[in-house]
C-alpha cells in the first residue's frame, strides 16, 4: 500500500513535470524528442517545447509570426514542420541557431518575401518546402545563407522574376521545383551555381524564351521539365549546350509551330545521344490552324514537303533556264559557225575559181 502510494506520487509527479514542459494541446512524445502541435489552434508559436525536441510539428494552426530568435531554447530541432499556417512574415533571424534543423516545410502560408534574415543559421538545412505561398520574385538575398540545401520547392507561388545571383550559394541543390509559377523567360545565368542539380522542374509556367546558355551549368541534370508552358519553337543551341551524361526533357503542352524548321530541330534534337525526348510523340501542334490538335509526329513527314517542292521548283526553273540559255548558244554558235563556213566556202570557191 505504501509502496502504490509512492509510485501514484512519483507518477503525479512525473506527469505534472512533463506537462509543465509541454504546451497544452500539444503531445510530447518519444524521451520528449517529438512534440506534436498540429491542430492546436494556435495563433503563436507555443512557448513551451521541451528543449530534447528533435521533431516539431506545428503545421495546420494559425500561427502568422515567426518573431527574431524564436527557437533559441530548441537547438535540437531537426525537423519543424510549419506547413498550414498563417504565416506572412518570417522577422530577421526567426530560425537562426537551428544548426541541426535538416528539413522546414513553410508550404501553404502566405509569405511573400524571403528577406536576407530569413535564412540565417541554416547552413545545414537539407530541404525547404515553401509551394503555395505568394513570392513573386527571387533574388541574392533570398536563399543566402542556405549553403548546404539539396532540396527546394518552390511549387505554386508567383514567381515571374529569378534575378541572377538568387541560387548562387546553392552548389549541393539537387532538385529545385519551381512548377506552377509566372515565369517568362529564363535569362541565361541564374542557374550558374547549380552544379549538383539533378531535376529542374519547370513545368506549368509561362515560359517563350530561353537564353541559349540557361542549361549550360548544369552538369548533373537527369530531368528538366518544361512541359506545359508557352514554347511555340526550340532552338537547337539551347539544349545542345546542356552537357550532361544523360538527360531527360519533357515539352508536352506547348503551343508548337508546327513547321519545318520545328521538325528539322526536333530531328536534330533526336539525334544527340545524351537527350531523350521522352514525350515526343506526345507533342501537339498548336500553329499553324489547320494543324491544331495534330500529333507532331503525326504531321512532321509532311512539314518541310512544301518547302521541298519549292527548292524543287527553284532547282528545275534554273536547270530549265540554264539549258535553254545553253541551247540559244549552240544555236547561236552554230548559225555563226553556219555563217562562216559559208563566208569560207564562199572564199574556197574564189579560190577555186582562183
Ligand atoms: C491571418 O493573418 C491575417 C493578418 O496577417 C489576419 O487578418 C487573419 O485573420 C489571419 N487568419 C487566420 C485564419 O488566422
Ligand atoms: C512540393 O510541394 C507540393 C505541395 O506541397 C507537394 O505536393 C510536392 O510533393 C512537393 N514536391 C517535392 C519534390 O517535395
Ligand atoms: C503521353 O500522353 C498520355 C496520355 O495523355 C500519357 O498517358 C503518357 O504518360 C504520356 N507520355 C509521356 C511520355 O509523357
Redesign the pocket.
Known amino acids: 500500500m505504501k509502496d502504490f502510494l509512492l509510485l501514484v506520487l512519483l507518477l503525479t509527479e512525473a506527469s505534472r513535470c512533463s506537462s509543465s514542459r509541454c504546451e497544452l494541446g500539444c503531445d510530447c512524445r518519444g524521451d520528449l524528442k517529438f512534440t506534436i502541435c498540429s491542430r492546436a489552434l494556435f495563433t503563436a508559436l507555443p512557448g513551451r517545447v521541451p528543449p530534447t525536441t528533435e521533431l516539431l510539428d506545428l503545421s495546420d494552426n494559425s500561427i502568422s509570426v515567426i518573431p527574431e530568435r524564436s527557437f533559441t531554447k530548441n537547438r535540437k530541432l531537426r525537423i519543424l514542420l510549419l506547413q498550414n499556417n498563417n504565416i506572412s512574415a518570417v522577422e530577421d533571424g526567426g530560425f537562426s541557431q537551428l544548426e541541426f534543423l535538416q528539413k522546414l516545410d513553410l508550404s501553404w502560408n502566405r509569405i511573400s518575401t524571403l528577406t536576407e534574415g530569413f535564412s540565417i543559421g541554416l547552413a545545414f538545412l537539407r530541404e525547404l518546402q515553401l509551394a503555395h505561398n505568394h513570392l513573386t520574385s527571387l533574388d541574392s538575398r533570398s536563399f543566402l545563407h542556405l549553403d548546404g540545401l539539396q532540396r527546394l520547392n518552390l511549387t505554386s507561388n508567383s514567381i515571374h522574376t529569378i534575378q541572377v545571383r538568387s541560387f548562387s550559394s546553392m552548389s549541393m541543390l539537387r532538385q529545385l521545383h519551381l512548377e506552377d509559377n509566372q515565369l517568362t523567360s529564363l535569362r541565361s545565368g541564374i542557374f550558374s551555381m547549380l552544379r549538383s542539380l539533378e531535376v529542374l522542374n519547370l513545368a506549368g509556367n509561362q515560359i517563350s524564351q530561353t537564353e541559349e546558355g540557361v542549361f549550360k551549368p548544369l552538369t548533373s541534370m537527369t530531368l528538366l521539365n518544361l512541359a506545359n508552358n508557352r514554347m511555340s519553337t526550340v532552338h537547337f543551341k539551347t539544349f545542345l549546350s546542356i552537357h550532361t551524361y544523360s538527360t531527360h526533357i519533357?515539352l508536352?503542352r506547348n503551343p508548337w509551330n508546327c513547321e519545318c524548321d520545328l521538325q528539322r530541330v526536333f530531328k536534330k534534337l533526336r539525334s544527340i545521344q545524351r537527350l531523350f525526348l521522352?514525350?515526343y510523340y506526345?507533342l501537339t501542334c498548336k500553329e499553324p490552324p489547320v494543324l491544331e490538335d495534330y500529333r507532331l509526329t503525326d504531321v512532321d513527314s509532311g512539314l518541310c514537303l512544301a518547302e521541298t517542292v519549292t527548292v524543287l521548283i527553284i532547282t528545275v526553273t534554273v536547270v530549265i533556264t540554264v539549258l535553254a540559255a545553253m541551247l540559244m548558244g549552240e544555236r547561236k554558235r552554230k548559225k555563226k559557225k553556219k555563217g562562216k563556213h559559208w563566208t569560207q566556202q564562199g572564199e574556197l570557191s574564189d579560190e577555186s575559181d582562183y
Open positions: 519533357l508536352e521522352d514525350d506526345n
